[in-house]
């Protein structure tokens, strides 16, 4: 399965790969980092066969994690890929949002990675 985490925190890579770290080793993940919605939108462009889910932050500069839900379940249908929104802000406006824009599921910061891998195991 491979994820595309969005997310302008550049240690976000150093993390999901130490926690992951197995699931890499045994070919069962495969992880592919942009760090803003604009490197994510042209990864899409060019791979958006790849990536089975995105985990996109919702608070980015330039375009959102809300703008890039928005722009992925629009163009890239075929078959959509699933989106897990992240943020630090659990609150109900966000979630809202990101649920009207077609978001698959919200996760709030810190990630608990055990609840992750459980999702995950339910998806392949």
């Not at 969005?6 to 980092?33: A, G, H, M, T």
């Not at 919605?37 to 995105?54: P, Q």
């Not at 379940?73 to 929104?85: E, T, Y």
């Amino acid at each position: 399965m491979k994820i595309l985490v969005v997310d302008d925190e550049q240690d976000v890579k150093i993390l999901f790969e130490q926690r992951f770290r197995k699931e890499i080793k045994n070919k069962e993940i495969e992880f592919v980092f942009a760090f803003s919605g604009e490197e994510a939108l042209s990864y899409l462009n060019t791979n958006s066969h790849e990536a089975v889910l995105i985990l996109s932050d919702i608070n980015m500069p330039g375009m959102s994690g809300l703008d890039l839900l928005g722009q992925i379940k629009s163009k890239f249908n075929a078959p959509p890929p699933l989106v897990m929104m992240i943020t630090a802000y659990g609150d109900k406006e966000n979630y809202d949002t990101a649920m009207k824009l077609g978001a698959d599921d919200f996760l709030t910061k810190p990630v608990d990675f055990a609840s992750l891998k459980d999702k995950l195991k339910e998806i392949k």
